[in-house]
């Protein structure tokens, strides 16, 4: 596909009001979506889970953190969760990479939980 191309796709997609969302965009199902997925981290982990959402003026739903001590490795997790269709950034905390994270990226659907979190346990950097 070329910059032209994809330049086309991407004015297609997104909501020519609102740049930070796509067409279409659900507030209030991406709302319902966010919060199962926090009790699910939650339900697996074990542990209460610091979370934002409804990030303004940003493509990002929102976050949520779960606490080192909840993890087999003791490295915090983060899930960056976008306002762009089941798109997911999970990043464990690693001190040993340039920025500080190793990252996960997942396209499958967060928001329907469709995949299967494991407590206490996450893909080894």
């Not at 930070?20 to 339900?43: C, I, K, Q």
């Not at 739903?61 to 950034?89: D, H, M, N, Q």
């Not at 690693?94 to 997942?106: K, L, Q, S, V």
């Amino acid at each position: 596909m070329s910059e032209t191309e994809l330049l086309a796709l991407l004015r297609e997609l997104g909501d020519p009001e609102r740049l930070e969302w796509p067409l279409n965009y659900d507030r209030a199902a991406a709302s319902l979506a966010f919060g199962g997925l926090v009790r699910r981290l939650e339900a697996d982990f074990g542990v209460q889970c610091e979370f934002e959402q409804d990030t303004q003026d940003s493509s990002e739903y929102g976050r949520v953190r779960v606490p080192a001590e909840a993890t087999i490795r003791g490295t915090r997790i983060v899930v960056c969760v976008s306002k762009f269709g089941s798109l997911a950034e999970v990043c464990a905390d690693n001190r040993a990479t340039a920025a500080g994270r190793t990252a996960y990226a997942c396209s499958d659907p967060v928001c329907g939980l469709q995949h299967g979190w494991m407590p206490r346990s996450f893909p080894r950097s």
